[in-house]
């Protein structure tokens, strides 16, 4: 492009930054408040509504003015959840010990719920969405007597396919299927883990810290939404997911 003087001009795109609203489920839980604290990082980031079957006082405290509380009980009902005004939606919600949960509750918690969060988010105008389920999802694993509900059994597997499956099914303009490894800093898993390198595994297996893994989520969702980005991403793997953009 040249000016009237004949100099050639070089056009660069502004990109205006868009305010948003984020709603979360699963924010009390170990990524949950990594994700709440990435998002009040944002100052893009106007309000984050927390779904939760309970008042979560605790977590009102951090920012009273930007943090509302919708309680949902049961959460198995996403019906009359309030999420209105939020385009970006994040779900982290899971059983806290998997090893001790009955097949039906790990579906339930695991799958039922986050399809049913992702359903409420899609008629309640969100178009950028997360959804965090394992490395290894994969609806056709069966249940197996050995490795029961456990993390990276058939059983478990199985179930985070399921949970994929009914997020796609809500057909969110945007979905990141965020797929980690051992989730360090988590409370329920070995510690042993932290001393494992990720180089004795493929990216796909990597570990990372739940405060990296919820880094990226937010990261890589709200630039989608920023930059209007659609279409479904599966990224697998900590480190992948944490340097996600």
Known sequence: IFDCCGHNV???RVVTMKSYVAAVLGGSGSVG???LKSLLADPQCQ?????????????????????????CNPLDDMSKADLSGAQVAFCTIGHGSSRKSTKEDLLRVDATIPGE????????????????????????SKWSAITKSAAGGGWYNHVKGVAERLTIEARLPYLMIAQPGALLGSP????ILNFVPNAFFPQKYSSAHIADIAGGMVRATTNAYQNETSGVFTVSGGVPISEYK
């Open 188 to 191: 329920h898993t070995p510690s």
């Open 33 to 35: 408040k990594h994700v």
């Open 10 to 12: 070089v056009r660069r």
């Open 47 to 71: 309000k984050v509504v927390l779904v939760s079957r309970r008042a979560l006082d605790d977590l009102k405290s951090i920012d009273p003015e930007r943090i509302r509380i919708e309680v």
């Open 117 to 140: 969060f992702a359903t409420r988010c899609k008629a309640s105008g969100v178009s950028h969405y997360c959804v965090m389920t394992a490395v290894g999802a994969d609806e056709s």
